[in-house]
T-cell receptor, first 118, second 113 residues
Framework: DAMVIQNPRYQVTQFGKPVTLSCSQT?????MYWYQQKSSQAPKLLFH???????NEADTPDNFQSRRPNTSFCFLDIRSPGLGDAAMYLC?????????????????FGPGTRLTVT | AQSVTQLDSHVSVSEGTPVLLRCNYS??????LFWYVQHPNKGLQLLLK??????LVKGINGFEAEFKKSETSFHLTKPSAHMSDAAEYFC???????????FGTGTSLTVIP
């Protein structure tokens, strides 16, 4: 089945120690998204890629970076995690509205990576 | 501007009774609307979507939603709640002008045995 895969499912890192979260997809979608979701809150968009075109949200801290080496993979790098960065990180993909007929697409989500900062 | 308001942060129903989760939206364009469900420590699963075709949309697990443009609403309903429906539900809107999806704050559904 085509899907969105996130690794690892659970990640523990130390305060200030860089960490990388991974997302891969077999859907061949142009667009990939990273969301941060804290407990009992809605997902908050950090950034998204249209192919290799990176789109950062205005309020995403500089501490968060992303790489997309190819269509299938996207990485979230947290350069110096703080206690406030502990959250679920969700990766999602979608077709590209600029190519597809409007309204024929939705986001497909991975299972998430639960990040703990000690 | 685009936004989504989920009117109830928590809804509690008895098993076998109807479910109503309310969502109102604001969009400058003809939007597409979605309902997603999230079980604890899991990713989001699409329940259903409205994409300017039929205004009454049927989804998975017996859920349906009706798009009412005059009321700017897209409420989620189910005739009979099941224990497995207990989860967090998110209403999402996209204005169809870019790769942007706007989330509501979520509604936590509790199903009482």
């Amino acid at each position: 089945d085509a899907m969105v895969i996130q690794n690892p499912r659970y990640q523990v890192t130390q305060f200030g120690k860089p960490v990388t979260l991974s997302c891969s997809q077999t859907l061949n979608h142009n667009v990939m998204y990273w969301y941060q979701q804290k407990s009992s809150q809605a997902p908050k968009l950090l950034f998204h890629y249209y192919d290799k075109d990176f789109n950062n949200e205005a309020d995403t801290p500089d501490n968060f970076q992303s790489r997309r080496p190819n269509t299938s993979f996207c990485f979230l790098d947290i350069r110096s995690p703080g206690l406030g960065d502990a959250a679920m990180y969700l990766c999602a993909t979608s077709r590209d509205i600029r190519i597809e007929y409007p309204g024929t697409y939705e986001q497909y989500f991975g299972p998430g990576t639960r990040l703990t900062v000690t | 501007a685009q936004s989504v308001t989920q009117l109830d942060s928590h809804v509690s129903v008895s098993e076998g009774t109807p479910v109503l989760l309310r969502c109102n939206y604001s969009s400058s364009y003809s939007p597409s609307l979605f309902w997603y469900v999230q079980h604890p420590n899991k990713g989001l699963q699409l329940l259903l979507k409205y994409t300017s075709a039929a205004t009454l949309v049927k989804g998975i697990n017996g859920f349906e939603a009706e798009f009412k443009k005059s009321e700017t609403s897209f409420h989620l309903t189910k005739p009979s709640a099941h224990m497995s429906d207990a989860a967090e539900y998110f209403c999402v809107v996209t204005p169809n002008t870019g790769n942007q999806f706007y989330f509501g704050t979520g509604t936590s559904l509790t199903v009482i045995p």
